[in-house]
T-cell receptor, first 113, second 108 residues
Framework: GAGVSQSPRYKVAKRGQDVALRCDPI?????LFWYQQALGQGPEFLTY????????KSGLPSDRFFAERPEGSVSTLKIQRTQQEDSAVYLC???????????FGQGTRLTVV | SQQGEEDPQALSIQEGENATMNCSYK?????LQWYRQNSGRGLVHLIL?????REKHSGRLRVTLDTSKKSSSLLITASRAADTASYFC????????FGAGTTVTVRA
């Protein structure tokens, strides 16, 4: 596609519910990143994929967060048993290499009620 | 943890004026990037400056990098209302590390 696409754009989840956020990166991009952005803050790194390999998941805040990219293209960020503190915008980005310009999606705004 | 820290946190200027914001970082870098984020939108890449470069221009944007001081600056010249946004610097050790950003408001 023309850019990074994320879905859904908005998600309201009841506390304790599981959610899955999808990212379609730019075709051919090797690197894929997930970030969490709280209101008024900069994006915080969550995890990084190079093709299908998850090379860094050091930013995932707890074991309730899980990300996958099984075929090296589309990625899913899953949050189990959502908590109110998980409310944030989740941004996905891709790049053709890890050290070049990253292209960001519009993000998914998650609100846990 | 966030490596880049922008300063000031907020900036309000009149249309036509220049806007300058700074970024400080902690560890050695390969390159430094600046991004813009309009309210409720994703981040848009503005400019990348490599560690062996001292200054780079792109349209109305001018970025400087001082690796000895571990700092960078972004200058927006002749600002427009459309420049109203948050600006972030990001250091690049394959995973971009962002600061909290500078919120720029350009008054018409």
């Amino acid at each position: 596609g023309a850019g990074v696409s994320q879905s859904p754009r908005y998600k309201v989840a009841k506390r304790g519910q599981d959610v899955a956020l999808r990212c379609d990166p730019i075709s051919g991009h090797v690197s894929l990143f997930w970030y969490q952005q709280a209101l008024g803050q900069g994006p915080e790194f969550l995890t990084y994929f190079q093709n299908e390999a998850q090379l860094d998941k050091s930013g995932l805040p707890s074991d309730r967060f899980f990300a996958e990219r099984p075929e090296g293209s589309v990625s899913t960020l899953k949050i189990q048993r959502t908590q109110q503190e998980d409310s944030a915008v989740y941004l996905c980005a891709s790049s053709d290499r890890g050290d070049t310009e990253a292209f960001f999606g519009q993000g998914t705004r998650l609100t846990v009620v | 943890s966030q490596q880049g820290e922008e300063d000031p946190q907020a900036l309000s200027i009149q249309e036509g004026e220049n806007a300058t914001m700074n970024c400080s970082y902690k560890t050695s870098i390969n390159n430094l990037q600046w991004y813009r984020q309009n309210s409720g939108r994703g981040l848009v890449h503005l400019i990348l400056i490599r560690s062996n470069e001292r200054e780079k221009h792109s349209g109305r944007l001018r970025v400087t990098l001082d690796t000895s001081k571990k700092s960078s600056s972004l200058l927006i010249t002749a600002s427009r209302a459309a420049d109203t946004a948050s600006y972030f610097c990001a250091t690049d050790d394959y995973k971009l590390s962002f600061g909290a950003g500078t919120t720029v408001t350009v008054r018409a």
